[in-house]
């Protein structure tokens, strides 16, 4: 039984008088790809950002490898070995893709050229094209964005990276890509993945493990196949309950 | 031990003051609420303003405040061109830009200014209103009376606008989402030029106001730019009513730091006020849409 | 950085230096035309040296003239009340305006000012550096001038070229630095930063430290830089606080093109000798002509042209296969 690399424990986050996560709970296995699904609102992304340092829990917990690490900044988080990537691409426009992805990997050695290197190599194992890397951000297509925010993130050696509805927007050859290089990353690199997501036929075929969410809270958890037929789950999504 | 009666006359003159403030830095907060741009020239259109208005009180004999009635529908005219050919083309630009291109703006009108009229101050010499009004034992100028219930009215009118007209509500829906306005039907460019005229237009009026008793130089700009967005950064985006409160603060703390300190300490004050302001507001208000 | 830039950037530079120390010869010692090229050499190190807080960094510094001032004056007090040699006097002074680069710059990081709130703070430090200075205790109203002595000591001298010399040295070290920090991982972090700071967080980027650590490597250079400017000047005062200087070097920075070495450079020297030029011929007719001309200018580089004089060099980097860019 593979040990929790991420626990997640009662956190509670308020806006004003919101409650955008009530009281959640999960771990996360080493070396899993899990997915985190749930109607909008569910809180998601809040959730997410608690993780990633963006917020900070009004209550409750997150653990990292064993290490408290609620409330620390950004990047500290990425520090520890958490990466992640972004549902609204962020990208370096007036930087070439090779020095964005050297930015990433800037984290973990003070060496430009020895960092540059790497990311050479981090672009080539996820498939980048390699008449792309010196083009610049601004001049690349949305899927060459979030193969770059990946490689960016992959650079800065996490142990868990986070993806951040990455499927949007993605025709479904580019989702079956985007899919295969995940795994790619996950079996290779060892790297554990949670997957925000809302686009189903993605996230089901890619996670192991599922945890579902509505109104802030956990409301199910478990294998893909278990979770399309749980009632709780299918009430959340479509408002009623199942006939 | 300074005569409470001079600390009240000052803090009263500060509160007149203030509204005057709050009149010319609604037109910076609506700018800004709505499309993100602080006009860094904000301060120099009044100084171009107070200008003209002196120019044509000396020429007709007439009291500044009423070349209010000229100068702000031509300012109103001057600011939707300056939008159309200096704003709009940089709505999209890097924040860095934009505000270079305000701060070039400002530039060019100090230094215009200062071609022209060079750097002596000007005064209108025999205003109307310069006569005092007894309370008591304080003394009003009537000037800033006048000065100050004109702004008062005319923050009630524009916030009647924006809450009561249907055009004041277009504004309020593009400033809460610039994305979705298009949708319901509004012309977003529309929106944005007759809103940054109508900013310039009220520097134009607190100018008209302010030469009934007051002295404009090329560097007048300064003072009105710096108090205008201390008030901003202080209630700015509340609305009428968060700028006629920020106001009458800011008013009040110049009052009193010339009183209490030294006269021209005035603006140190308010310099203070913006630091400390900045260093410990709540982020929210910086957060860029 | 790799051997071929290393070797590329080194080439430029020491012919830039060998130039640059030809200048005097070529106005044939004429002092007043050695004046105006060294006004114009210290802009460029103001020039180039802002290039890192506003260029890299991304931030609007308006204050640049307020780390001069202090450096400036802080080297020539020490020399005149305690005859402290400028030679170590302008590192106290670098160390002065550090000192308040990080004063201004912790706090207003650590509180996420950025943009135009951190323009209106620069701007505002410039004129209330003005107000300090003009009490009785500091400054007061009077002009100060430096002791009437000359030599290598006091770095015054009866003729420029000694002057130029040393802000030329000045230069080159402003330069190289600017060269090192663009290829280093702060370099890097710092491009990334006015990119997307959200992004650069999540990266591992600590955005503040960052930030704060160009302001001062940018103000220890001003800082350093100031005594040199008031002996150019001749005298200082509450003046040297002056709000349209501070305000041009930015501008001219912007013309430039932010993040570019050689259009920092290239804007500061043509400008500044243009506006030489117009003070001397029109300048007593037109007060402020320069100055509105610069206003101009930086309106319409920011609407049409926002790379600024970089784009030149760049377009003429790729035309000679200097840049590594394809696609």
């Known amino acids: 039984m593979p040990d929790a690399i991420l626990q997640v424990r009662n956190v509670v986050k308020r806006f004003g008088g919101i409650i955008a996560v009530n009281n959640i709970s999960f771990d996360v296995r080493e070396g899993e790809i899990m997915g985190l699904i749930g109607p909008n609102g569910a809180g998601k992304t809040t959730l997410f950002n608690c993780i990633t340092g963006i917020y900070t829990p009004e209550e409750g917990k997150v653990y990292f490898m064993g290490e408290d690490i609620t409330g620390l900044p950004p990047h500290k988080i990425a520090l520890k070995g958490i990466a992640r990537t972004w549902q609204k691409t962020r990208p370096f426009k007036k930087m070439t893709v090779l020095e964005a992805v050297t930015v990433g990997a800037l984290l973990r050695t003070s060496n430009v050229d020895k960092a540059m290197r790497k990311a050479e190599e981090v672009l080539k194992f996820i498939g980048f094209p390699e008449e792309k890397i010196n083009a610049l951000g601004k001049d690349i297509t949305l899927m060459d964005h979030k193969m770059v925010d990946l490689a960016r993130a992959i650079a800065t050696e996490p142990k868990l990276l986070l993806l951040d509805e990455v499927a949007a927007g993605l025709r479904p050859h580019e989702m079956d890509r985007l899919a295969e290089v995940l795994r790619k990353i996950n079996s290779e690199k060892g790297i554990t993945m949670i997957v925000v997501e809302h686009v189903m036929r993605f996230v089901m075929g890619l996670s192991e493990r599922i945890v579902v969410m509505h109104e802030g809270q956990k409301i199910a958890e478990g294998r893909p196949e278990e979770i399309a037929n749980n009632p709780k789950v299918i009430e959340a999504y479509l408002g009623t309950k199942p006939v | ?289 | 950085m790799m051997g071929a830039e290393f070797k590329k950037y080194f080439i430029t530079l020491a012919v830039l230096t060998v130039v640059l120390a030809l200048v005097p010869f070529a106005l044939g010692f004429n002092q007043y035309y050695i004046l105006l090229a060294a006004t114009s050499l210290i802009f460029a190190v103001f020039v180039v040296a802002w290039n890192i807080i506003g260029g890299y960094a991304g931030q609007l510094d308006l204050a640049p003239i307020a780390y001069v001032g202090i450096g400036g004056i802080v080297a020539a007090q020490l020399l005149k009340y305690y005859g402290i040699t400028p030679w170590v006097g302008m590192f106290i002074g670098a160390g002065a305006s550090m000192l308040l680069a990080a004063a201004i710059g912790y706090p207003t990081f650590r509180f996420g000012i950025k943009e135009v709130w951190y323009a209106l703070l620069t701007a505002s430090l410039v004129v209330i550096l003005n107000n300090i200075a003009h009490l009785p205790q500091f400054l007061g109203s009077l002009d100060h001038y430096l002791p009437a002595k000359t030599g290598w000591y006091y770095l015054i001298f009866t003729d420029y070229q000694n002057l130029y010399y040393v802000i030329l040295a000045v230069l080159v070290a402003t330069i190289a630095i600017n060269l090192k920090i663009s290829n280093s991982k702060t370099g890097y972090y710092l491009r990334a930063i006015r990119e997307d700071e959200l992004a650069a967080e999540a990266l591992g980027i600590d955005v503040r430290k960052y930030k704060l650590k160009a302001l001062m490597t940018y103000a220890g250079i001003m800082g350093f830089t100031g005594y040199l400017y008031i002996v150019l000047q001749g005298t200082y005062s509450y003046h040297t606080f002056d709000s349209p200087t501070s305000l041009t070097i930015a501008i001219m920075g912007i013309i430039g093109g932010l993040g570019s070495v050689a259009g920092a450079f290239t804007s500061a020297i043509f400008l500044k000798t243009v506006e030489e030029y117009l003070r001397s011929t029109i300048g007593a007719m037109i007060p402020g002509l320069y100055l509105l001309i610069y206003g101009i200018l930086l309106i319409v580089v920011g609407i049409f042209k926002p790379e600024g004089i970089a784009a030149l060099f760049n377009w003429v980097k790729k035309k000679i296969g200097f840049d590594r860019r394809g696609a």
């Open chain 2, 1 to 289: 031990m300074i005569d409470p009666i001079i600390v009240v006359a000052n803090i009263i003159d500060g509160i007149l003051m203030g509204l005057l403030y709050a009149l010319v830095a609604l037109g910076l907060s609506l700018i800004f609420g709505l499309m993100d741009i602080i006009n860094f020239a904000h301060g120099d259109f009044v100084m171009i303003s107070a200008y003209l208005a002196w120019i044509l009180a000396m020429n007709f004999m007439v009291d500044p405040s009423v070349t209010a009635f000229v100068t702000v529908p031509l300012f109103f005219v001057i600011g939707l061109a300056i939008y159309k050919v200096i704003i709009e083309p940089i709505l999209g630009a890097e924040p860095l830009i934009q505000i270079a291109v305000t701060v070039g703006l400002g530039f060019v009108l100090q230094n215009i200014a200062l071609a022209v009229f060079h750097a002596e101050p000007r005064s209108y010499p025999a205003p109307a209103l310069n006569f005092g009004i007894n309370i008591g034992p304080i003394t009003l100028v009537a000037a800033k009376l006048v000065a100050a219930a004109v702004s008062l009215v005319s923050l009630f009118l524009i916030h009647y606008m924006l809450t009561k007209t249907k055009f004041g509500l277009a504004i309020r829906a593009t400033s809460a989402n610039r994305m979705v306005a298009p949708l319901m039907g509004i012309n977003v460019g529309k929106v944005y030029a007759v809103v940054f005229g109508l900013g310039i237009a009220l520097t134009a009026l607190g100018a008209a106001l302010y030469m009934t008793w007051g002295q404009v130089d090329p560097y007048l700009g300064a003072s009105f730019s710096l108090l205008s967005w201390v008030i901003v950064a202080m209630g700015g985006l509340g609305g009428v009513i968060g700028v006629l409160a920020s106001g009458l603060i800011v008013g009040v703390l110049e009052a009193l730091g010339s009183t209490f300190i030294t006269p021209s300490a005035r603006m140190a004050v308010v310099y203070l006020a913006f630091f400390l302001l900045l260093w410990f507001r709540p982020r929210g208000l910086f957060a860029r849409r």
